[in-house]
């Protein structure tokens, strides 16, 4: 069946992301040298990340709290509160980060807009989400806008029946192979594979895919090329 409608993932397949967590990482390891080498606080970071992940979701909001519950960790309950404040401000200033949109996103949208209903599909904090792409100025191309707290098969079955449409006429672009290609496959649809160079731990496969339905591209051009030719 043709394609009916697009979903684009945000972060990291439209707008830069990863960068600045690892930038933030940086910083925060750093704010913690006198108690731990830099790698091990950024390891102990991440394993906080993932427990809290089910309390807090994904987003900058409970990357702080995690920061700061480690913090506290790492200093044995003796953190000073200087150094709370520190890291309260790396998290404001990833949230005042400007929007950099990725080589060709507006133009693809723009030239696939009215052939295809093209939708928004991405997880994360609804308020920074929403923030975010007020700031690109991308929002007046999508027919519609889902922010997940999840990306997994029920989450996309939810998606594609609210769409009304059969997962066969669904395609998704996006950066993550576990959040935005094997969801979709599973159900069905079709999925574009767009790396990003630097992928979160959480987002990365440890297998290669083979599907009739997947393709991996190296920018959203020949994303764009390549659905208008299914």
Partial sequence: MPIQVIAFDADDTLWVNEPFFREAEEKFASLL??????????????????????????????????????????????????????????????????VELLPGVEEVLQSLNGDYRIVLATKGDLLDQERKLKKSGLEQYFHHIEIMSEKKVADFDKLIRHLDVKPEEFVMLGNSLKSDILPVLELGGHAIHIPFHITWEHEQVDHVIEHERFTEVENINLAAELIRGM
């Fill in 33 to 98: 040298e006198d108690f731990l080498p830099a790698h091990q606080s950024i390891k102990e970071l991440y394993r906080t990340e993932i427990q809290n992940l089910s309390l807090y979701g994904y987003g900058i909001k409970g990357f702080m709290l995690s920061m700061i519950e480690t913090a506290m960790n790492v200093t044995d309950q003796q953190m000073p509160i200087a150094l709370i404040e520190k890291v309260i401000q790396i998290g404001r200033e990833m949230l005042e980060k400007p």
